[in-house]
T-cell receptor, first 110, second 113 residues
């Protein structure tokens, strides 16, 4: 079945440093979504990417979808303590269910 | 505009009891999904429902687990004869269509003692 791998599992940075998490799928994806879950909270939808090679930005966050539609990345520029949480990618092949990666837990040292 | 409502937030059950988890999707959302999350783990798909229909239950254990989304009322995830391994956070999500982002509820933290 479809698998979504995400690395790294944990990332600790100093405030102001950049952060990147990577997502790889075993199958070609029709779209990929990114979510953020704060400690003790629930996942919150950030963005969806659909087109091959697509790049989207939300303030300090940059999301990319690979040309082959099998990988994606989330890059945060100049991290802040408010960025703390676990970032999940979730991919879908066709109309199948959304499969989540295991997430990257980000901690930021002030 | 209320979000996805889940209750209870916390549920403690003894081994062998039944657990009932409720989820009311966002207004206008007809697609409901249940996910399970263990500590420090990702979200594992359980079931996808629309009103009165189970669309995909490939992530549901074959025994003791069932889900429904009746014509009226919330979606229910039922776990019969709970065991310690069922302890987890259960999240419900909804969307207006299948290809949209999901809105998650705050989850139900189930503890089996």
């Amino acid at each position: 079945g479809q698998q979504v791998m995400q690395i790294p599992q944990y990332q600790h940075v100093q405030e102001g440093e950049d952060f990147t998490t990577y997502c790889n799928s075993s199958t070609t994806l029709s779209n990929i979504q990114w979510y953020k879950q704060r400690p003790g909270g629930h996942p919150v939808f950030l963005i969806q990417l659909v087109k091959s090679g697509e790049v989207k930005k939300q303030k300090r966050l940059t999301f990319q979808f690979g040309e082959a539609k099998k990988n994606s990345s989330l890059h945060i520029t100049a991290t802040q303590t408010t960025d703390v949480g676990t970032y999940f990618c979730a991919g879908r092949s066709g109309s199948e269910k959304l499969v989540f990666g295991k997430g990257t837990k980000l901690t930021v040292n002030p | 505009n209320a979000g996805v409502m889940q209750n209870p937030r916390h549920l403690v059950r003894r081994r062998g009891q039944e657990a009932r988890l409720r989820c009311s999707p966002m207004k206008g959302h007809s697609h409901v999904y249940w996910y399970r999350q263990l500590p420090e783990e990702g979200l594992k798909f359980m079931v996808y429902l629309q009103k009165e229909n189970i669309i995909d239950e490939s992530g549901m254990p074959k025994e003791r687990f069932s889900a429904e989304f009746p014509k009226e009322g919330p979606s229910i995830l039922r776990i019969q004869q709970v065991v310690r391994g069922d302890s987890a956070a259960y999240f419900c999500a909804s969307s207006p269509e299948t290809l949209y982002g999901y809105t998650f509820g705050s989850g139900t933290r189930l503890t089996v003692v």
